[in-house]
């Protein structure tokens, strides 16, 4: 079965969603994933695409389309979450390090878990000693190897990979070539996956 890329950026907010359901996802769909961390805010500084800056009225519906659609899925978080983040970029580096260790998508959940349930903002020590602790790894060890200059320009080089897909945000699933931006159209990434074309529509039977 064809892997879909998961493009994501820790320090989007409605990549909480996708992060802490991807694991029913594939446990009752049988489709890989492949997680894929890069700079979000890189991309959307290159494209003058900031969503929330002194847009008070978005930022609130931003916080509670995601309160209602957390409750709907049976998530408890404490909204609003610490937001932005200062320590986005260290972030995604200590992610994209777990993800060639074999740890990144337990860390990244756990962040995302911690960001969103406990208030401690991602990339932030708390977070960071918290979440890496939780999972088995030393939170010394793994802050000296993400600080390498070769995990940065690894970043880097997968921010630019994104981009030049076409990604723009986070979440996007990538596809055969289709990039499918947003949590709540994860199904039709799903659906191109299995058979090159969007079976449903919103609100119709999958």
Known sequence: MQPIDFWFSIGSTYTYLSVMR?????????????????DVRRVMLE???????????????????????????GLAPSIPAPYPLANLTFANEVALLGMREGWGEAYVTETYRRWFERGEAAG???NLSGALLAIGQDPERVRRAASRSEIAQALATETDTA??????????????????????????ALDWARVGAIRHLAGEAH
Not at 58 to 72: E, I, N, P, Q
Not at 165 to 185: I, N, Q, T
């Open 47 to 73: 494209q003058n695409n900031i969503p929330f800056r002194d847009k008070p009225v978005k930022l609130a519906y931003m916080w509670r389309d995601l309160d209602r659609r957390a409750a709907a899925r």
């Open 163 to 188: 981009r030049d897909l076409g990604v723009f945000g986070s979440p996007s699933f990538v596809v055969a070539g289709e990039v499918v931006w947003g949590d709540d159209r994860l199904e039709d």
């Open 124 to 126: 932030d020590t708390a």
């Open 22 to 38: 991807l694991p029913e996802v594939v446990r009752l769909t049988g489709q890989p994933f492949r997680w894929r961390p890069f």
